[in-house]
């Protein structure tokens, strides 16, 4: 089986295959989303300190920051199928 990954900015990369969904973090069940995996340990931000643009989602609750659009995200992901 051949993992396929996708680039979600500032060199960092996730496997395609474990990806639920990329959401925009600006409504209020995204906020507590990203606080309850703050709080479970479950959170990777790889932002770098810059603003928050896309929240990855994955299979194993892991939730993930990231500084690229998630528009930008998703082009990756189908560019890769």
């Known amino acids: 089986m051949k993992v396929e990954l ?3 900015g500032f060199g960092n990369i996730v496997a395609a295959n474990r ?7 600006e409504s ?3 906020k507590r989303i990203i606080q309850e995996a703050r709080d479970r340990g479950m959170l ?3 932002t770098y300190g810059r603003r928050t643009r ?9 939730i993930i ?3 690229v659009q998630p ?3 998703s082009q990756r992901l ?3 199928e």
């Open 6 to 8: 996708i680039n979600i």
């Open 19 to 25: 990806i639920i969904a990329i959401v925009s973090p």
């Open 28 to 30: 209020a069940p995204i």
């Open 44 to 46: 990777i931000d790889a």
């Open 54 to 62: 896309a929240v990855v989602i994955t299979d194993s609750d892991h």
């Open 65 to 67: 920051l990231s500084a």
């Open 71 to 73: 528009e930008t995200v």
């Open 78 to 80: 189908g560019d890769d």
